[in-house]
T-cell receptor
C-alpha cells in the first residue's frame, strides 16, 4: 500500500519568514495530493490540493509543488503569521483505493511574533 | 451551509463495551468516510460509504463496522472496545469519490 513520509515533524519560524514542509510517497499510481491544517480541538481543514497533471499550484500565501519522478511534494507558506501555527498533514491517494487518503505523520508549525 | 457534523464530541467507555458514533455530511455530499486519529499521528482510513454500501475498507478489524442511511448520514460502530481504540474519530464527506474531502471536528473516544 501507499506510504507517505513527512518532514520535519516540528518547525519553528519567525513571523514573516517562509515555511516549507516536504512529503514523499511510495505508490507511483498516486495522483491526488491534498494538504490539511489541523488546529487544536478541530478536524483537519483542506488548505490546498494538487493533482498529478500539474506541477505547481498557488493560492495566495500557500503553494504546493509536485515532482512525480522523485515522488515528492512540498507545501510552501510565505509571509507566515502567528495564525498559521497548527499541525499540517500531507496525504496521497489514487483511484485504486477509492481515493482513501494516506496521511503523513504531520508537521507542527509554530510561528513566533 | 453546515459542514460535516459529528456527535457526540466526547465519549468515555469501558473496555469491552460497544460504541456508536454519528455523522452528518456536508450539504450536497453523498460519500462518507471514517478515519481514526491517534494522539500525535495522522488520520488512518477506516472505511468509505457510498450509496449505503461500504466501498473501501482500511486495515481495521471486523469490530469496526458502519452504516450509511438514505439521507447520506452515517454511523460508526465499534464492538468489544480495547484501550487502544482510544482516539479521535473523524468523519469526512465528499461528492463522489474524486473530489476534495471535508472533515468534521471529530469525536474524542476514551476507553478506560
Amino acid at each position: 500500500g501507499e506510504n507517505v513520509e513527512q518532514h520535519p515533524s516540528t518547525l519553528s519560524v519567525q513571523e514573516g519568514d517562509s515555511a516549507v514542509i516536504k512529503c514523499t510517497y511510495s505508490d507511483s499510481a498516486s495522483n491526488y495530493f491534498p494538504w490539511y491544517k489541523q488546529e487544536l480541538g478541530k478536524g483537519p481543514q483542506l488548505i490546498i490540493d494538487i493533482r498529478s497533471n500539474v506541477g505547481e499550484k498557488k493560492d495566495q500565501r500557500i503553494a504546493v509543488t509536485l515532482n512525480k519522478t522523485a515522488k515528492h511534494f512540498s507545501l510552501h507558506i510565505t509571509e507566515t503569521q502567528p495564525e498559521d501555527s497548527a499541525v499540517y498533514f500531507c496525504a496521497a491517494t489514487n483511484s485504486n483505493s477509492g481515493y482513501a487518503l494516506n496521511f503523513g505523520k504531520g508537521t507542527s508549525l509554530l510561528v513566533t511574533p | 451551509d453546515a459542514g460535516v457534523t459529528q456527535s457526540p464530541t466526547h465519549l468515555i467507555k469501558t473496555r469491552g463495551q460497544q460504541v456508536t458514533l454519528r455523522c452528518s455530511p456536508k450539504s450536497g455530499h453523498d460519500t462518507v468516510s471514517w478515519y481514526q486519529q491517534a494522539l500525535g499521528q495522522g488520520p488512518q482510513f477506516i472505511f468509505q460509504y457510498y450509496e449505503e454500501e461500504e466501498r473501501q475498507r482500511g486495515n481495521f478489524p471486523d469490530r469496526f463496522s458502519g452504516h450509511q442511511f438514505p439521507n447520506y448520514s452515517s454511523e460508526l460502530n465499534v464492538n468489544a472496545l480495547l484501550l487502544g481504540d482510544s482516539a479521535l474519530y473523524l468523519c469526512a464527506s465528499r461528492t463522489g469519490v474524486n473530489s476534495p474531502l471535508h472533515f468534521g471536528n471529530g469525536t474524542r473516544l476514551t476507553v478506560t
